[in-house]
């Protein structure tokens, strides 16, 4: 089942080590399958506010997307953002392409 990496970057400070960190995550995801499906880019609210900007890549599964994250190469890089950029990250699982809202409902009994 597809996992996907989500980050809502609410503050980012622009200089050499974000720019070095956007130079070197590619690397970092093609070993664990990982590609973005977004990666900031224009959005349009249209319920409450969302300050900031979303990420958002694609894993094949969980065990992938956690090897990305824990892995040597992505750590050498992940304090040039933490140090710069004011956000949440998640791992969130996908669903299937015939999921229906109540499916969730399957789950909870």
């Known amino acids: 089942m597809p996992n996907y990496a989500v980050a809502h970057f609410r503050s980012v400070t622009m200089g050499p080590a974000v720019v070095e960190y956007l130079e070197r995550i590619d690397a970092t ?3 664990f399958g990982g590609r973005f499906i977004v990666h900031g ?14 990420v958002i ?3 094949p599964d969980r065990a992938r997307a956690r090897a ?5 190469a992505y750590r050498a ?5 933490t140090d710069n950029v004011e956000g949440d990250v998640i791992i969130a699982e996908g669903v ?12 909870a009994a």
């Open 57 to 59: 890549i694609e894993f």
């Open 41 to 54: 880019g224009n959005v349009e609210v249209i319920e409450g506010a969302w300050p900031g900007n979303i």
């Open 29 to 31: 995801l093609h070993p």
């Open 96 to 107: 299937p392409a015939e999921y229906h809202a109540t499916d969730i409902l399957k789950k």
């Open 68 to 72: 990305w994250y824990d892995s040597p």
């Open 77 to 81: 890089i992940l304090r040039l953002r």
